[in-house]
Protein backbone atom coordinates (compact mmCIF):
# COMPACT_ATOMS: atom_id res chain seq x y z
CA UNK A 1 0.00 0.00 0.00
CA UNK A 2 2.57 2.01 0.83
CA UNK A 3 4.48 1.67 -3.06
CA UNK A 4 0.87 2.67 -4.35
CA UNK A 5 0.50 5.76 -2.41
CA UNK A 6 3.94 7.12 -3.56
CA UNK A 7 3.19 6.07 -7.10
CA UNK A 8 0.32 8.67 -6.70
CA UNK A 9 1.84 11.12 -4.52
CA UNK A 10 4.48 11.40 -6.72
CA UNK A 11 2.74 11.86 -9.95
CA UNK A 12 0.56 14.16 -7.97
CA UNK A 13 3.28 16.49 -6.71
CA UNK A 14 4.79 16.40 -10.28
CA UNK A 15 1.58 17.89 -11.67
CA UNK A 16 1.65 20.30 -10.02
CA UNK A 17 5.21 21.56 -9.03
CA UNK A 18 5.31 23.91 -11.77
CA UNK A 19 1.78 25.82 -10.58
CA UNK A 20 2.98 25.25 -6.95
CA UNK A 21 6.33 26.77 -7.83
CA UNK A 22 5.00 29.61 -10.02
CA UNK A 23 2.60 31.10 -7.56
CA UNK A 24 4.88 31.79 -5.18
CA UNK A 25 6.87 35.18 -4.95
CA UNK A 26 9.88 35.38 -7.05
CA UNK A 27 12.67 35.52 -4.47
CA UNK A 28 10.74 32.38 -2.72
CA UNK A 29 11.00 30.34 -5.21
CA UNK A 30 14.22 28.82 -5.20
CA UNK A 31 13.98 28.21 -1.28
CA UNK A 32 10.65 26.22 -1.66
CA UNK A 33 11.94 24.55 -4.87
CA UNK A 34 15.31 23.15 -2.40
CA UNK A 35 13.64 22.51 0.51
CA UNK A 36 11.16 20.28 -1.31
CA UNK A 37 13.38 18.43 -2.74
CA UNK A 38 15.07 17.80 0.72
CA UNK A 39 17.98 20.19 0.97
CA UNK A 40 17.45 21.37 4.45
CA UNK A 41 20.09 23.51 6.40
CA UNK A 42 22.35 20.40 8.11
CA UNK A 43 23.01 19.66 11.62
CA UNK A 44 24.71 17.24 13.63
CA UNK A 45 21.53 17.12 15.90
CA UNK A 46 17.99 18.20 15.70
CA UNK A 47 14.71 18.55 16.96
CA UNK A 48 11.72 18.86 13.98
CA UNK A 49 8.79 20.38 14.68
CA UNK A 50 5.99 20.37 11.78
CA UNK A 51 3.27 22.69 11.74
CA UNK A 52 1.19 23.39 8.42
CA UNK A 53 0.24 26.62 8.06
CA UNK A 54 -0.18 29.88 10.39
CA UNK A 55 -2.92 28.28 13.01
CA UNK A 56 -0.82 25.50 14.10
CA UNK A 57 2.21 27.90 13.66
CA UNK A 58 0.67 29.92 16.45
CA UNK A 59 -0.43 27.19 18.49
CA UNK A 60 3.52 25.66 18.49
CA UNK A 61 5.10 28.67 19.58
CA UNK A 62 5.03 27.75 23.20
CA UNK A 63 6.47 24.25 22.10
CA UNK A 64 9.45 25.47 20.49
CA UNK A 65 10.14 27.95 23.52
CA UNK A 66 10.18 25.21 25.93
CA UNK A 67 12.13 22.67 23.41
CA UNK A 68 14.59 25.34 23.04
CA UNK A 69 14.69 26.31 26.56
CA UNK A 70 15.72 22.59 27.27
CA UNK A 71 18.14 21.54 24.37
CA UNK A 72 19.99 24.26 23.70
CA UNK A 73 22.76 22.14 21.96
CA UNK A 74 20.59 20.68 19.26
CA UNK A 75 19.04 22.81 16.35
CA UNK A 76 15.66 23.54 16.26
CA UNK A 77 13.42 23.22 13.07
CA UNK A 78 10.04 24.42 11.91
CA UNK A 79 8.63 22.89 8.58
CA UNK A 80 5.24 24.57 7.33
CA UNK A 81 3.29 24.07 4.32
CA UNK A 82 2.08 27.40 3.48
CA UNK A 83 3.52 31.27 2.43
CA UNK A 84 1.55 32.41 5.00
CA UNK A 85 2.35 30.04 7.86
CA UNK A 86 6.24 30.58 6.69
CA UNK A 87 5.71 34.48 6.92
CA UNK A 88 3.97 34.21 10.29
CA UNK A 89 6.51 31.71 11.59
CA UNK A 90 9.59 33.85 10.70
CA UNK A 91 8.22 36.73 12.95
CA UNK A 92 7.60 34.61 16.36
CA UNK A 93 9.50 31.80 16.04
CA UNK A 94 12.55 31.41 18.96
CA UNK A 95 15.51 33.32 18.12
CA UNK A 96 18.05 30.63 16.20
CA UNK A 97 15.30 28.55 14.72
CA UNK A 98 15.18 27.49 10.89
CA UNK A 99 12.07 27.92 9.44
CA UNK A 100 11.81 25.62 6.00
CA UNK A 101 9.25 24.30 3.58
CA UNK A 102 8.26 20.73 4.44
CA UNK A 103 9.88 18.19 1.84
CA UNK A 104 7.81 16.38 -0.45
CA UNK A 105 6.97 13.10 1.27
CA UNK A 106 9.19 10.73 -1.07
CA UNK A 107 11.37 8.23 0.21
CA UNK A 108 14.44 8.67 -1.19
CA UNK A 109 13.90 12.56 -0.17
CA UNK A 110 13.31 12.00 3.14
CA UNK A 111 16.18 9.99 3.34
CA UNK A 112 18.01 13.36 2.39
CA UNK A 113 16.67 15.32 5.00
CA UNK A 114 17.16 12.71 7.59
CA UNK A 115 21.13 12.60 6.62
CA UNK A 116 21.21 16.66 6.59
CA UNK A 117 19.13 16.70 9.72
CA UNK A 118 20.07 13.84 11.78
CA UNK A 119 17.36 14.70 13.86
CA UNK A 120 16.25 13.50 17.69
CA UNK A 121 12.73 13.43 17.18
CA UNK A 122 10.04 14.35 14.69
CA UNK A 123 7.03 16.21 16.32
CA UNK A 124 3.67 16.58 14.46
CA UNK A 125 1.82 19.54 15.40
CA UNK A 126 -1.79 18.88 15.01
CA UNK A 127 -2.49 16.01 13.10
CA UNK A 128 -0.97 16.36 9.44
CA UNK A 129 -0.53 12.44 8.38
CA UNK A 130 2.50 11.81 6.04
CA UNK A 131 2.68 8.40 5.60
CA UNK A 132 6.18 8.51 3.94
CA UNK A 133 7.48 10.67 6.68
CA UNK A 134 6.22 8.52 9.72
CA UNK A 135 7.29 5.18 8.00
CA UNK A 136 10.77 6.56 6.96
CA UNK A 137 11.44 8.82 10.15
CA UNK A 138 10.38 5.78 12.43
CA UNK A 139 12.84 2.86 10.39
CA UNK A 140 16.03 4.91 10.51
CA UNK A 141 15.08 5.04 14.36
CA UNK A 142 13.94 8.81 14.54
CA UNK A 143 10.37 8.84 17.17
CA UNK A 144 8.02 10.46 15.26
CA UNK A 145 5.51 12.19 17.67
CA UNK A 146 2.12 13.71 17.43
CA UNK A 147 0.96 16.62 20.12
CA UNK A 148 -1.89 18.82 19.92
CA UNK A 149 -3.51 16.25 18.01
CA UNK A 150 -6.92 16.55 16.99
CA UNK A 151 -9.30 15.28 14.48
CA UNK A 152 -12.82 15.93 12.80
CA UNK A 153 -15.37 13.47 12.59
CA UNK A 154 -16.12 14.45 9.09
CA UNK A 155 -12.14 13.57 8.58
CA UNK A 156 -12.86 10.37 10.15
CA UNK A 157 -15.88 9.25 7.90
CA UNK A 158 -12.89 9.31 5.23
CA UNK A 159 -9.86 7.77 7.42
CA UNK A 160 -12.31 4.83 7.96
CA UNK A 161 -12.62 3.96 4.70
CA UNK A 162 -8.73 3.35 4.32
CA UNK A 163 -8.16 2.29 7.95
CA UNK A 164 -6.24 -0.52 7.16
CA UNK A 165 -3.33 1.75 5.21
CA UNK A 166 -4.08 4.16 8.57
CA UNK A 167 -3.15 0.95 11.29
CA UNK A 168 -0.08 0.81 9.41
CA UNK A 169 0.93 4.37 9.08
CA UNK A 170 -0.14 4.83 12.54
CA UNK A 171 2.39 1.68 13.49
CA UNK A 172 5.58 3.68 12.73
CA UNK A 173 4.40 6.71 15.29
CA UNK A 174 5.41 6.62 18.91
CA UNK A 175 2.81 8.33 20.32
CA UNK A 176 0.05 10.70 19.69
CA UNK A 177 -0.86 13.17 22.52
CA UNK A 178 -4.53 14.58 21.82
CA UNK A 179 -6.37 17.39 22.29
CA UNK A 180 -9.45 15.67 24.01
CA UNK A 181 -11.07 12.57 24.36
CA UNK A 182 -13.12 12.75 21.52
CA UNK A 183 -10.19 13.29 19.50
CA UNK A 184 -8.20 9.79 21.07
CA UNK A 185 -11.50 8.49 20.71
CA UNK A 186 -11.64 9.05 17.19
CA UNK A 187 -7.76 8.28 16.43
CA UNK A 188 -7.96 4.88 17.92
CA UNK A 189 -11.23 4.42 16.10
CA UNK A 190 -9.62 4.92 12.87
CA UNK A 191 -5.90 2.92 14.02
CA UNK A 192 -4.24 4.35 16.20
CA UNK A 193 -3.03 1.69 18.96
CA UNK A 194 -4.55 2.63 22.33
CA UNK A 195 -1.42 2.28 24.28
CA UNK A 196 -0.10 5.38 22.28
CA UNK A 197 -2.41 7.60 22.40
CA UNK A 198 -2.96 10.49 25.49
CA UNK A 199 -4.90 13.55 25.75
CA UNK A 200 -2.65 15.86 26.82
CA UNK A 201 -5.19 19.12 25.67
CA UNK A 202 -5.13 21.62 23.50
CA UNK A 203 -2.05 24.03 22.74
CA UNK A 204 -4.20 27.01 21.46
CA UNK A 205 -4.47 27.71 25.57
CA UNK A 206 -1.24 28.33 25.96
CA UNK A 207 -0.70 30.35 23.33
CA UNK A 208 1.38 33.25 23.82
CA UNK A 209 -0.76 36.42 23.31
CA UNK A 210 0.35 39.86 22.42
CA UNK A 211 1.42 42.32 25.25
CA UNK A 212 -1.00 45.54 24.32
CA UNK A 213 -3.01 46.84 21.49
CA UNK A 214 -2.15 48.50 18.84
CA UNK A 215 -2.31 52.07 19.46
CA UNK A 216 -4.45 52.26 15.93
CA UNK A 217 -7.04 50.11 17.37
CA UNK A 218 -6.93 51.00 20.55
CA UNK A 219 -7.56 54.80 19.51
CA UNK A 220 -10.81 53.76 18.05
CA UNK A 221 -13.45 55.89 20.02
CA UNK A 222 -16.93 53.69 19.71
CA UNK A 223 -18.07 50.60 20.45
CA UNK A 224 -16.41 48.30 17.90
CA UNK A 225 -16.94 44.80 16.53
CA UNK A 226 -13.82 42.52 15.01
CA UNK A 227 -15.09 39.85 12.79
CA UNK A 228 -11.72 38.07 12.93
CA UNK A 229 -10.56 35.47 9.65
CA UNK A 230 -14.12 35.62 7.68
CA UNK A 231 -14.13 33.47 4.47
CA UNK A 232 -16.19 34.28 1.18
CA UNK A 233 -20.08 34.09 2.26
CA UNK A 234 -19.28 35.43 5.56
CA UNK A 235 -18.25 39.13 4.83
CA UNK A 236 -21.95 39.55 3.08
CA UNK A 237 -23.97 38.28 6.27
CA UNK A 238 -21.56 40.46 8.92
CA UNK A 239 -21.50 43.72 7.00
CA UNK A 240 -25.68 43.41 6.54
CA UNK A 241 -25.68 42.84 10.71
CA UNK A 242 -23.51 46.01 11.14
CA UNK A 243 -25.82 47.74 8.79
CA UNK A 244 -28.70 46.55 10.88
CA UNK A 245 -27.15 48.16 13.74
CA UNK A 246 -25.31 51.14 12.52
CA UNK A 247 -28.80 53.28 12.48
CA UNK A 248 -28.99 52.61 16.35
CA UNK A 249 -25.21 52.91 16.97
CA UNK A 250 -24.22 55.49 15.05
CA UNK A 251 -20.67 55.17 16.44
CA UNK A 252 -20.33 51.26 16.04
CA UNK A 253 -17.06 50.48 13.84
CA UNK A 254 -16.08 47.26 12.58
CA UNK A 255 -12.51 45.68 11.88
CA UNK A 256 -13.22 43.23 9.26
CA UNK A 257 -10.59 40.42 8.99
CA UNK A 258 -10.59 38.25 6.29
CA UNK A 259 -8.69 34.87 6.90
CA UNK A 260 -6.73 34.71 3.71
CA UNK A 261 -4.87 37.70 1.93
CA UNK A 262 -5.39 36.88 -1.59
CA UNK A 263 -9.15 37.68 -0.86
CA UNK A 264 -8.03 41.07 0.36
CA UNK A 265 -9.04 43.00 -2.67
CA UNK A 266 -12.13 40.88 -2.97
CA UNK A 267 -13.18 42.04 -0.08
CA UNK A 268 -12.33 45.57 -0.59
CA UNK A 269 -14.73 45.23 -4.33
CA UNK A 270 -17.62 43.93 -2.25
CA UNK A 271 -17.54 47.06 0.37
CA UNK A 272 -17.27 49.18 -2.66
CA UNK A 273 -20.44 47.55 -4.31
CA UNK A 274 -22.35 47.32 -1.15
CA UNK A 275 -21.79 51.19 -0.85
CA UNK A 276 -19.75 50.62 2.27
CA UNK A 277 -17.47 54.03 3.83
CA UNK A 278 -14.32 51.93 4.54
CA UNK A 279 -10.74 52.61 4.94
CA UNK A 280 -7.93 49.90 4.77
CA UNK A 281 -5.79 49.13 7.48
CA UNK A 282 -2.72 49.45 4.91
CA UNK A 283 -3.27 53.05 4.49
CA UNK A 284 -3.39 53.91 8.28
CA UNK A 285 -0.53 55.32 9.98
CA UNK A 286 1.12 53.26 13.51
CA UNK A 287 -0.69 55.98 16.14
CA UNK A 288 -2.75 57.65 14.39
CA UNK A 289 -5.45 57.50 11.55
CA UNK A 290 -8.13 55.57 12.43
CA UNK A 291 -9.30 56.70 15.71
CA UNK A 292 -11.99 59.60 14.18
CA UNK A 293 -15.05 58.59 16.81
CA UNK A 294 -17.22 58.35 13.29
CA UNK A 295 -17.37 54.62 12.69
CA UNK A 296 -16.98 53.05 9.89
CA UNK A 297 -15.24 49.30 8.58
CA UNK A 298 -11.83 48.76 8.86
CA UNK A 299 -10.40 46.65 6.83
CA UNK A 300 -7.71 44.51 7.87
CA UNK A 301 -5.36 43.88 5.06
CA UNK A 302 -2.36 43.10 6.57
CA UNK A 303 -0.87 39.83 8.03
CA UNK A 304 -0.01 38.86 11.70
CA UNK A 305 -2.18 41.57 13.72
CA UNK A 306 -5.73 40.04 14.46
CA UNK A 307 -4.78 38.40 17.86
CA UNK A 308 -3.82 41.83 19.20
CA UNK A 309 -6.72 44.10 18.02
CA UNK A 310 -9.17 41.51 19.70
CA UNK A 311 -7.70 43.48 22.81
CA UNK A 312 -9.98 46.72 21.55
CA UNK A 313 -13.03 44.82 20.50
CA UNK A 314 -16.43 45.25 22.46
CA UNK A 315 -17.45 42.25 20.51
CA UNK A 316 -15.70 39.47 19.04
CA UNK A 317 -17.50 37.43 16.00
CA UNK A 318 -15.63 33.98 14.70
CA UNK A 319 -14.87 33.71 10.91
CA UNK A 320 -14.76 30.57 9.02
CA UNK A 321 -18.32 29.40 11.98
CA UNK A 322 -21.45 30.36 9.29
CA UNK A 323 -20.19 28.70 6.14
CA UNK A 324 -19.88 25.29 7.43
CA UNK A 325 -16.65 24.62 7.39
CA UNK A 326 -15.29 23.78 11.44
CA UNK A 327 -14.80 27.77 12.75
CA UNK A 328 -11.87 29.59 13.48
CA UNK A 329 -10.21 29.83 17.04
CA UNK A 330 -12.49 31.61 19.50
CA UNK A 331 -9.43 32.03 22.37
CA UNK A 332 -7.52 34.94 21.11
CA UNK A 333 -10.79 37.03 22.05
CA UNK A 334 -11.26 34.77 25.07
CA UNK A 335 -7.90 35.71 26.79
CA UNK A 336 -8.69 39.43 26.24
CA UNK A 337 -11.80 38.92 27.62
CA UNK A 338 -14.09 39.18 25.44
CA UNK A 339 -17.78 38.34 24.40
CA UNK A 340 -17.36 35.93 21.92
CA UNK A 341 -19.92 35.52 19.00
CA UNK A 342 -20.08 31.90 16.42
CA UNK A 343 -21.60 30.52 14.19
CA UNK A 344 -23.23 26.94 14.19
CA UNK A 345 -20.71 25.36 12.64
CA UNK A 346 -17.41 25.47 15.49
CA UNK A 347 -16.61 21.65 14.55
CA UNK A 348 -12.83 22.28 14.85
CA UNK A 349 -13.15 23.24 18.45
CA UNK A 350 -15.02 20.94 20.16
CA UNK A 351 -14.47 23.16 23.61
CA UNK A 352 -16.26 25.95 22.46
CA UNK A 353 -19.54 23.85 24.18
CA UNK A 354 -18.31 24.42 27.03
CA UNK A 355 -17.52 27.92 26.31
CA UNK A 356 -21.56 28.06 25.47
CA UNK A 357 -22.71 26.51 28.71
CA UNK A 358 -21.25 28.68 31.00
CA UNK A 359 -22.40 31.53 29.47
CA UNK A 360 -18.94 32.61 28.27
CA UNK A 361 -19.52 32.41 24.12
CA UNK A 362 -22.91 32.73 22.34
CA UNK A 363 -23.84 30.79 19.44
CA UNK A 364 -26.04 32.00 16.40
CA UNK A 365 -26.78 31.74 12.66
CA UNK A 366 -26.76 33.87 10.23
CA UNK A 367 -30.60 35.52 10.80
CA UNK A 368 -29.99 36.10 14.46
CA UNK A 369 -26.21 37.46 14.31
CA UNK A 370 -27.42 41.33 14.45
CA UNK A 371 -30.01 40.68 17.06
CA UNK A 372 -27.65 39.64 19.09
CA UNK A 373 -25.16 41.97 18.55
CA UNK A 374 -27.40 44.61 19.54
CA UNK A 375 -28.14 43.00 22.20
CA UNK A 376 -24.56 42.97 23.58
CA UNK A 377 -24.53 46.48 22.67
CA UNK A 378 -27.04 47.51 24.70
CA UNK A 379 -26.60 45.76 27.89
CA UNK A 380 -22.13 46.30 28.17
CA UNK A 381 -21.66 45.22 31.55
CA UNK A 382 -23.62 41.70 30.87
CA UNK A 383 -20.77 41.62 27.83
CA UNK A 384 -18.34 42.29 29.67
CA UNK A 385 -19.50 39.57 32.69
CA UNK A 386 -19.55 36.84 29.35
CA UNK A 387 -16.42 37.87 28.80
CA UNK A 388 -14.61 37.68 31.58
CA UNK A 389 -16.19 33.97 32.05
CA UNK A 390 -14.23 33.50 28.40
CA UNK A 391 -10.77 34.38 30.14
CA UNK A 392 -11.40 32.29 33.34
CA UNK A 393 -12.14 29.19 30.91
CA UNK A 394 -8.96 30.35 28.86
CA UNK A 395 -6.62 30.37 32.17
CA UNK A 396 -8.62 27.31 33.67
CA UNK A 397 -7.59 25.08 30.48
CA UNK A 398 -3.70 26.29 30.18
CA UNK A 399 -1.25 23.72 30.66
CA UNK A 400 -1.05 21.70 27.37
CA UNK A 401 2.47 22.36 26.33
CA UNK A 402 3.82 21.22 29.70
CA UNK A 403 1.80 17.77 29.49
CA UNK A 404 3.15 17.57 25.76
CA UNK A 405 6.46 17.77 26.63
CA UNK A 406 6.67 15.27 29.59
CA UNK A 407 5.75 13.00 26.52
CA UNK A 408 8.23 14.43 24.19
CA UNK A 409 11.06 13.64 27.16
CA UNK A 410 10.04 10.25 26.95
CA UNK A 411 11.20 10.03 23.25
CA UNK A 412 14.26 12.39 23.36
CA UNK A 413 17.69 10.16 23.70
CA UNK A 414 20.53 12.38 23.62
CA UNK A 415 22.57 9.35 23.05
CA UNK A 416 20.56 7.88 20.02
CA UNK A 417 22.10 7.02 17.18
CA UNK A 418 20.59 7.69 13.40
CA UNK A 419 20.97 5.02 11.34
CA UNK A 420 21.84 6.81 7.46
Given amino acids: MFFIYSILYTLVAFILLLPEYLKRPAELRPRWLREKFGYLPEAASSIWVHAVSVGEVGASIGLLQRLKAEYPDSALLLSTVTDTGRKVAIGRVPEGTQVVYLPFDIGFILRRCIKRLRPRIFIVVETELWPNAFRVLSQAGVPVVVVNGRISERSVSGYRKISFFMKRVFSSAHGFGMQGEADAGRIIEIGAPKDKVAVTGNFKFDMKMPGEVPSWAGSLSGPLIVAGSTHRGEEEVILDAYRENRGKFPHLSLILAPRHPERFREVEELLK ?61 AYWGKPVVCGPHMENFPFIKEFYLEGAAFEVDSNTLAKKIKELLLAPESARATGLKARELFMRNSGAVERAMGMIRDYINPAASVRQ
Fill in 273 to 333: SAGFSYRKRSDLGETSGAGTGDGGVILLDTIGELSAIYGAADIAVIGKSFIGTGGQNPLEP
